[in-house]
């Protein structure tokens, strides 16, 4: 799904960019361009990094059992 309309970014993008690792909004912003225009998609943007995040936090817990 498009979660930034104005430059053509999906949230499999996001996810793929912020997959197994923590990342700010700074550098989502400046690899795909993210919230670069209009920025009505930042706060949509910070939800799938937060998912992300927590799968990350998740799959930690049970290697570390």
């Given at each position: 799904?498009?979660?930034?309309?104005?430059?053509?970014?999906?949230?499999?993008?996001?996810?793929?960019?912020?997959?197994?690792?923590?990342?700010?909004?700074?550098?989502?912003?400046?690899?795909?361009?993210?919230?670069?225009?209009?920025?009505?998609?930042?706060?949509?943007a910070k939800q799938i990094m937060a998912e992300v995040a927590q799968q990350?936090?998740?799959?930690?817990?049970?290697?570390?059992?």
């Amino acid at each position: 799904m498009y979660v930034c309309i104005c430059q053509q970014i999906t949230d499999t993008q996001i996810r793929e960019f912020c997959k197994g690792r923590s990342v700010s909004m700074s550098e989502v912003r400046a690899e795909l361009g993210l919230a670069s225009d209009c920025g009505r998609c930042g706060k949509f943007a910070k939800q799938i990094m937060a998912e992300v995040a927590q799968q990350v936090d998740t799959s930690s817990i049970a290697y570390a059992a």
